[in-house]
């Protein structure tokens, strides 16, 4: 089955940084890619996600790279703001109908 | 609309109980999934379904049942609850069969097994 590693498992970034997080997926038949975002408390929600037939894809502040030769991809968030502090989530969707999570970034913003 | 609404939002159990984690949505959804979160470990996918009368194992089933009788339910048994079994339970549905697009989550179910 499809195994999603994610790093780094906390990142701590001053506000205005930029921050990156960084998923490798071990199924090449992977085509879909979306980032979830859980606040403290709450449920997860999407914030942006890729198909395979594209390298990159920008929404504000946050980006998206994916390289599929080498099977990982990337959330880029720029400006960082201290309501971006949260825990994000990477996925990979198979054609087996299952979407495996990795293990999530605890990404701190500090003011 | 009220999305998706897991019930209960918390429950203690004894080991060896048995319950069922509820789970509605009102968007006609055809996917629906169940995952566990553990600290450190992510989302894992205990079942999922698409389509009424259809279901499948996640990566974790094991303990666990699922039901698929209409396409707003689909509702989680623990069938002899076990201390591995504490964890926080979500519930999630989305628009397309191939469970790609949107996820849409509950408030998820915090369940104890003592």
């Known amino acids: 089955g499809e195994n999603v590693e994610q790093h780094p498992s906390t990142l701590s970034v001053q506000e205005g940084d930029s921050a990156v997080i960084k998923c490798t997926y071990s199924?090449?038949?992977?085509?879909?890619f979306p980032w979830y975002k859980q606040e403290l408390g709450k449920r997860p929600q999407l914030i942006i996600d890729i198909r395979s037939n594209v390298g990159e894809k920008k929404d504000q502040r946050i980006a998206v790279t994916l390289n599929k030769t080498a099977k990982h991809f990337s959330l880029h968030i720029t400006e960082t703001q201290p309501e971006d502090s949260a825990v994000y989530f990477c996925a990979a969707y198979n054609a087996g109908n299952m979407l495996t999570f990795g293990g999530g970034t605890r990404l701190m913003v500090k003011p | 609309n009220a999305g998706v609404t897991q019930t209960p939002k918390f429950q203690v159990l004894k080991t060896g109980q048995s319950m069922t984690l509820q789970c509605a949505q009102d968007m006609n959804h055809e996917y629906m999934s169940w995952y566990r979160q553990d600290p450190g470990m992510g989302l894992r996918l205990i079942h999922y379904s698409v389509g009424a009368g259809i279901t499948d194992q996640g990566e974790v089933p094991n303990g666990y049942n699922v039901s698929r009788s209409t396409t707003e339910d689909f509702p989680l048994r623990l069938l002899s609850a076990a201390p591995s079994q504490t964890s926080v339970y979500f519930c999630?549905?989305?628009?397309?069969?191939?469970?790609?697009?949107?996820?849409?989550f509950g408030e998820g179910s915090r369940l104890t097994v003592l």
């Open positions: 199924d090449s038949a992977s085509n879909y």
């Open positions: 999630a549905s989305g628009p397309r069969t191939s469970g790609t697009g949107e996820l849409f």
